[in-house]
């Protein structure tokens, strides 16, 4: 079929194809179905075409590539291609508009065994949200039922097989948690909650690990999307059976958080790059972008060089240029991410001084909310609230060993706290000077910051004489560890 069909004139009886997503997205970049066949599953995945749309080179095109991708904010969307081009390239509701499909072939048990690209135009698609197709299977006369109902099963087995080959795969729709294709946890939004979610995931899984391959197959360079093993990072076995656990604990959501500030500290970045490296958090020996043209540059790019592939023209990319590019997508997403750590931290900031402002909800503050409000305390200068809660807790011996490290570690201004923390520390926990002192020669070989010496206790800390304080008071400075 040309790309001059009329959606006027597109058969309505043609096999329907979907677009599952919010309730206010407006950026529809694809739209899929999913066929039984005698030996398996065909799944169609159908692109809006962008690149019609957006001439390399173009002003809008160095916007998006300086942009890398859209940004949703809680009060606003900021397209990457602005909203004009948005609208003109999206794909809608019953409108019929030019894609590049990606075709899959699958087994009974989800094994690819054959894989198409081409042109191609979406007939019509269907645009329903992720609750009202989780609604729809569940409505037996529904007539998109059978369809969704395809897709449902091929979803399952898809993700089943995931597992199975050891990629670290989560939906967990009850206390809403999910993994990011570099295997940290994160938590989903509550319209994400349901089964067509999972449904799109693994329909779009599918697609882009096709179109890596097709394009591995003929040697095409396109921007990848390589993940690589974390030499500090727990296996992704390891990592499944912790959620597996914490699935099952007394308190999952204080489990599910903890879980994801250790894999976030420890799994590596995924990047892009003309060369293949296979993908490490999905299991999958390649994978690319290539779904989302209208959110992200890189998907862009890849479809580009697509197009000329199936054109048997020219590729508008060379693989230096396409590491140039790679790059600079790493350089936006490290200044992004900066970005909102500041923000984040200002936030804590202000949550901090307001806690601090209200003195006695000090003690009242869970054991997480007390930790982060110290440790932003102690960054900045002396604030008398919070040393006369430390002094609380000095007195009630209910200071515990992070606390003291972050007092310890704070600047001059805390100087008689931490000399009273001391006091403390060598006269009733000599077990915790012990680790703060080990953890001070850590990283100050040269020095002690205490009279160090050898009891039938073990190490003891006592408190530098009034001389030694007078000519140093940095001596009694031990470094906390790095959060």
């Known amino acids: 079929m040309s790309d001059s069909t009329d959606a006027t004139t597109v058969d309505r009886a043609a096999p329907r194809v979907y677009m599952i997503d919010s309730p206010t997205t407006r950026d529809r970049d694809d739209a899929f179905r999913v066929?039984?066949?005698?030996?398996?599953?065909?799944?169609?995945?159908?692109?809006?075409?962008?690149?019609?749309?957006?001439?390399?080179?173009?002003?809008?095109?160095?916007?998006?590539?300086?942009?890398?991708?859209?940004?949703?904010?809680?009060r606003r969307v900021t397209p990457m291609l602005g909203e004009t081009i948005e609208d003109l390239a999206t794909l809608k509701h019953q409108e019929s508009r030019p894609t590049v499909a990606i075709q899959i072939d699958l087994s009974e048990t989800g094994e690819v065994v054959g894989r198409e690209l081409r042109r191609d135009i979406a007939l019509n698609p269907v645009a329903l949200t992720y609750a009202s197709a989780t609604t729809t299977l569940?409505?037996?006369?529904?007539?998109?039922?059978?369809?969704?109902?395809?897709?449902?099963?091929?979803?399952?087995?898809?993700?089943?097989?995931?597992?199975?080959?050891?990629?670290?795969?989560l939906y967990d729709l009850a206390d809403g948690w999910t993994v990011t294709e570099e295997g940290v946890l994160i938590p989903l939004a509550d319209i994400e909650r349901n089964v067509a979610y999972v449904i799109v995931q693994e329909m779009m899984i599918v697609a882009n690990a096709a179109v890596a391959a097709w394009a591995a197959e003929r040697e095409?360079?396109?921007?990848?999307?390589?993940?690589?093993?974390?030499?500090?990072?727990?296996?992704?076995?390891?990592?499944?059976?912790?959620?597996?656990?914490?699935?099952?604990?007394?308190?999952?959501?204080?489990?599910?958080?903890?879980?994801?500030?250790?894999?976030?500290?420890?799994m590596k970045k995924a990047t892009y790059g003309p060369r293949l490296l296979g993908h490490y958090g999905l299991s999958l020996p390649s994978y690319t972008h290539s779904t989302s043209p209208l959110r992200r540059y890189a998907d862009l790019v890849t479809q580009r060089q697509l197009l000329a592939a199936l054109d048997e023209r020219e590729l508008p990319y060379?693989?230096?240029?396409?590491?140039?590019?790679?790059?600079?997508?790493?350089e936006t997403a490290a200044l992004r991410s900066a970005a909102v750590t500041a923000r984040e931290k200002a936030k804590d900031v202000d949550r901090t001084l307001t806690a601090v402002g209200r003195a006695n909800s000090l003690a009242d503050?869970?054991?997480?909310?007390?930790?982060?409000?110290?440790?932003?305390?102690?960054?900045?200068?002396?604030?008398?609230?919070?040393?006369?809660?430390?002094?609380?807790?000095?007195?009630?011996?209910?200071?515990?060993?992070?606390?003291?490290?972050?007092?310890?570690g704070a600047n001059d201004s805390w100087r008689e706290l931490k000399l009273d923390l001391l006091t403390y520390v060598d006269e009733h926990n000599p077990a915790m000077a012990s680790m703060l002192l080990n953890q001070y020669q850590q990283q100050n070989a040269d020095a002690l910051p205490v009279t160090y010496q050898e009891s039938q206790d073990g190490p003891r800390t006592r408190r530098s004489s009034p001389s030694t304080r007078a000519s140093d008071r940095s001596a009694c400075s031990l470094a906390p560890p790095r959060p």
């Not at 990072?233 to 390891?238: D, T």
């Not at 604990?249 to 879980?259: E, H, K, M, V």
């Not at 060379?318 to 790493?330: D, G, N």
Request: charged share 25%.
């Open 318 to 330: 060379s693989a230096e240029s396409l590491t140039e590019i790679a790059e600079s997508l790493r």
């Open 365 to 408: 503050l869970s054991t997480e909310r007390w930790l982060k409000t110290l440790k932003l305390a102690t960054k900045g200068p002396y604030l008398a609230p919070v040393a006369i809660e430390v002094r609380r807790r000095i007195d009630a011996r209910l200071l515990d060993h992070q606390d003291a490290a972050y007092v310890l």
């Open 138 to 169: 569940d409505e037996t006369d529904h007539r998109w039922r059978p369809d969704l109902i395809t897709a449902h099963h091929l979803a399952m087995i898809l993700l089943d097989r995931r597992r199975n080959d050891g990629a670290l795969a």
């Open 35 to 74: 066929d039984k066949t005698d030996t398996g599953y065909r799944v169609t995945v159908h692109v809006a075409r962008v690149a019609d749309h957006v001439p390399l080179g173009s002003d809008e095109d160095l916007a998006a590539r300086a942009a890398g991708w859209t940004l949703y904010g809680p």
């Open 220 to 266: 095409l360079p396109i921007l990848y999307r390589n993940h690589q093993a974390s030499a500090v990072a727990p296996s992704l076995s390891e990592i499944a059976q912790d959620i597996r656990v914490a699935q099952n604990s007394a308190d999952p959501a204080a489990d599910f958080r903890t879980l994801r500030q250790r894999t976030s500290l420890t």
